[in-house]
Structure formats: structure tokens, C-alpha cells
Nanobody
Framework: QVQLVESGGGLVQAGGSLRLSCAAS????????MGWFRQAPGKEREFVAA????????AYADSVKGRFTISRDNAKNTVYLQMNNLKAEDTAVYYC????????????????WGKGTLVTVSS
């Protein structure tokens, strides 16, 4: 089992920045590709970003490219999502997830999920 706990959400004005963190415990963190996903009110959960086990590969949804950056620190068992130039449409609950393969994570085929952290962007 892998336990994931997100933090760093909050209320921010449009154009502002936030950094989300996701702390993992349980099995070896570096064995998993990691991803961030989000779900806005009334919408389905969607892919945001993913990072491979050793950070060699990253992927982003078109809607966040150039604004969001995913990174990880395997020594700290933590994955991050730096979000810049936030827009009202970024308002959502953000979830981190772990999966065995990078490609699977980008397809939302993951093994473990956190409970999410709410990001609200005011316009």
C-alpha cells in the first residue's frame, strides 16, 4: 500500500502562484510514477501532469503547459506541482496518484490516490 497526502491548496488571485505537495508513505516511492489530476465542480476528473520514477520524463495537459511544473524528490518521498499564472478555470480539487508505469499514469490508470486538496482561483 502507498498512502498519499496532498497539501498546499488554498485561495489565490488570478495570476498568482501555488505549490502543491504530495507526501507518500508505505512502499518505495521511487518505484512509482506519479501524477497530478484535478476535478472541478460538475466536471470529470482530468489529467494535469505526470513524472516518471527518476524524473527522466514529464507530461502535461495542454491547458497547463508552460504554467505548471511537476517535480519530485525521492529522498523526501514527495512530489510537487508548481502552479504559476493561475486562472479561474484552474479552480478544482487537486489529487496526486501513484502508478507503476509513466504511460499508465498519464492515462489515469493509477494504483493509489490521495484525498485531494482544494485550489480556488478568484478572478
Amino acid at each position: 500500500q502507498v498512502q498519499l497526502v496532498e497539501s498546499g491548496g488554498g485561495l489565490v488571485q488570478a495570476g498568482g502562484s501555488l505549490r502543491l505537495s504530495c507526501a507518500a508513505s508505505g512502499r518505495t516511492f521511487s518505484n512509482y510514477a506519479m501524477g497530478w489530476f484535478r476535478q472541478a465542480p460538475g466536471k470529470e476528473r482530468e489529467f494535469v501532469a505526470a513524472i516518471s520514477r527518476l524524473s527522466f520524463s514529464t507530461a502535461y495537459a495542454d491547458s497547463v503547459k508552460g504554467r505548471f511544473t511537476i517535480s519530485r524528490d525521492n529522498a523526501k518521498n514527495t512530489v510537487y506541482l508548481q502552479m504559476n499564472n493561475l486562472k479561474a478555470e484552474d479552480t478544482a480539487v487537486y489529487y496526486c496518484a501513484a502508478g507503476g508505469q509513466f504511460r499508465d499514469v498519464t492515462n489515469m490508470n493509477t494504483d493509489y490516490w490521495g484525498k485531494g486538496t482544494l485550489v480556488t482561483v478568484s478572478s
